[in-house]
C-alpha cells in the first residue's frame, strides 16, 4: 500500500469567470492544497480547462480573449512550476 500522493491525483476544473485572465483563484486554492494537504508536491495534479463554448448558447461570463489569456497564464506557471 502506497502514500496518498502516490494513490491519488488531485483533479482540478476551471470555468469561464468575470476574475479572467487573472488565475488568482487558481493559486488561492493551490495555496490552500499546500497549506492544507501534507506532501501536497508529491501529489500528480491534472489541471481541466473546460473550455469557452457553452452547448446552451448563453454568454459566458468573461469574454472569449480573457479566457485565453487565463489558459495562456496557466501554460506560464505549468512551465514555472508554480502551480504545483
Known amino acids: 500500500s502506497g502514500s496518498a500522493s502516490e494513490l491519488v491525483t488531485l483533479v482540478v476544473t476551471t470555468s469561464p ?10 493559486r488561492t486554492l493551490l495555496s490552500s492544497f ?3 494537504l501534507a506532501d ?3 501529489y500528480n495534479l491534472l489541471l ?6 457553452r452547448s446552451d448558447g448563453k454568454d459566458q461570463l468573461c469574454s472569449k480573449e480573457a479566457y485565453q489569456q487565463f489558459l495562456d497564464s496557466i501554460q506560464e506557471l505549468c512551465a514555472s512550476g508554480q502551480l504545483g
Open 17 to 26: 469567470i468575470p476574475s479572467h485572465p487573472s488565475p488568482v483563484l487558481l
Open 34 to 36: 499546500r497549506q492544507h
Open 40 to 42: 501536497f508536491e508529491n
Open 48 to 53: 481541466v480547462c473546460d473550455g469557452f463554448s
